[in-house]
Each structure stands twice: as C-alpha cells, then as structure tokens.
C-alpha cells in the first residue's frame, strides 16, 4: 500500500478501534510532517508496528496541512517558528529533538553535504550526503559505519555514531537506516542488504548479527 502524508496525517494507518491498520511501515525522506502526522507514527510504534526509515534527516520540521487546497507551511523546525500569520522568529532546528531520540532513536547530523566526512566501516561504499546519529543508548547498533573526520567546529557531534540499529518502543520497534538511502537505490549490495537483513528483520524473522568492524 502506498501511502501519503496526508493520509497518515489523517489517522488512515489506523483501524476504526484505533489498532494498527499494517503490521510495517517503510518511510522515505519524511522531513516535513505535522503534528498529528508525527504523533501517529509514534502512536503506530506504540501499539506494536514497526517502522523502517530508509533515510536520514526525518522528522525534523512541524508543518500545517491545509486539506483544503492541499498545502502545506512551516509551524516550526529549521530555526523558525512561524505564526501562520506572516510572523517569523527564532526557533529550534530539529522540532521534537528529545522526543524523536526517545522513541526514533536518533536525531539529525546537521554537518553539511559537502563536507569530506569519511565512514572508515563502509560496507555500501556509501559517501556522505546526510545521516542521523543514534542518540538513544537502548539502540542496538546492527551496522556502526565508523564515522570520522567530524569538524572540530561541530563540537556537539564529536564521538557521534552514525549507524543502521534498531530500538524497541512500546509494543513495538524502529529500525533506522541511518544513511541517505535514497543515493543507494542501484547500489546492489544495498539491495541485497535490504532484501537480506532489513526486510526479514522487520518482519521478526531474522535475527541481525551487529557488525562494527
């Protein structure tokens, strides 16, 4: 099934008795979600589903949808607030950073593109484009891609690890790519890594061996 933001935001991933409507959820590059969007996947994990972020860089900023014209604008993330009103100020840059790394796990790594980080565990010969650091210890690291080379002007991201895990939340689990998935799509071991791991695990019939060598 192939679904939108506007349906998740809507409540569709759900049964009528408010039970999960799908057993897996797979996400792309969910930037942008509202609030009732957020809490939804939140509530999904909660009652026993699992969801698989196949990019980096999720969840990052609150937007309004309007279902009338099918629009959407900024609430809050990306240092902004705004008041739907024409007024603008200061605000956070990721818009539920303690939350999302209670129950995702992770939280951005705001370093940008073009900056020569290295990943010296790079089994998908992937190269850096943007990626989410594991922010909760619970996490079970599956695939730690040994990052280095951070800025010594990022002080906050020094030590980060950036790595494909898996946490368990409520009733249910995430499982979090950790990379830009989307620049891997002809990249075959990517998808054998997919096929292989990810998918099975998601569905609890394997158990993933960690790797961090």
Same mark, same amino acid.
């Given at each position: 099934?192939?679904?939108?933001?506007?349906?998740?935001?809507?409540?569709?991933?759900?049964?009528?008795?408010?039970?999960?409507?799908?057993?897996?959820?797979?996400?792309?590059?969910?930037?942008?979600?509202?609030?009732?969007?957020?809490?939804?996947?939140?509530?999904?994990?909660?009652?026993?589903?699992?969801?698989?972020?196949?990019?980096?860089?999720?969840?990052?900023?609150?937007?309004?949808?309007?279902?009338?014209?099918?629009?959407?604008?900024?609430?809050?993330?990306?240092?902004?607030?705004?008041?739907?009103?024409?007024?603008?100020?200061?605000?956070?840059?990721?818009?539920?950073?303690?939350?999302?790394?209670?129950?995702?796990?992770?939280? !951005?790594? @705001?370093?940008?593109?073009?900056?020569?980080?290295?990943?010296?565990? *790079?089994?998908?010969? %992937? =190269?850096? /484009?943007?990626?989410?650091?594991?922010?909760?210890?619970?996490?079970?690291?599956?695939?730690?891609?040994?990052?280095?080379?951070?800025?010594?002007?990022?002080?906050?991201?020094?030590?980060?690890?950036?790595?494909?895990?898996?946490?368990?939340?409520?009733?249910?689990?995430?499982?979090?790519?950790?990379?830009?998935?989307?620049?891997?799509?002809?990249?075959?071991? !990517?998808? @054998?890594?997919?096929?292989?791991?990810?998918?099975?695990?998601?569905? *609890?019939?394997?158990? %993933? =061996?960690? /790797?961090?060598?």
């Amino acid at each position: 099934t192939n679904l939108t933001d506007a349906d998740v935001d809507q409540g569709k991933i759900f049964n009528a008795d408010g039970t999960n409507a799908y057993d897996v959820l797979f996400l792309f590059h969910n930037e942008y979600v509202t609030q009732a969007e957020y809490d939804n996947f939140k509530k999904f994990v909660t009652n026993g589903g699992t969801i698989v972020f196949g990019d980096a860089n999720v969840l990052y900023a609150e937007v309004a949808y309007n279902i009338n014209n099918n629009t959407i604008s900024l609430v809050s993330g990306h240092n902004w607030n705004f008041d739907q009103n024409s007024t603008a100020w200061k605000g956070p840059a990721e818009r539920w950073l303690d939350e999302t790394r209670e129950w995702v796990g992770s939280n !951005f790594l @705001d370093i940008p593109s073009n900056y020569p980080l290295r990943f010296n565990n *790079n089994p998908l010969n %992937y =190269t850096h /484009s943007e990626e989410n650091y594991v922010a909760n210890p619970n996490a079970k690291i599956l695939i730690d891609y040994k990052l280095d080379n951070i800025p010594t002007t990022s002080g906050q991201y020094l030590g980060a690890i950036v790595a494909t895990y898996e946490l368990d939340y409520g009733k249910g689990k995430v499982i979090h790519l950790g990379l830009w998935g989307q620049t891997l799509v002809q990249n075959e071991e !990517f998808i @054998d890594f997919l096929n292989d791991e990810i998918i099975p695990l998601s569905l *609890n019939s394997t158990s %993933y =061996t960690t /790797s961090s060598s």
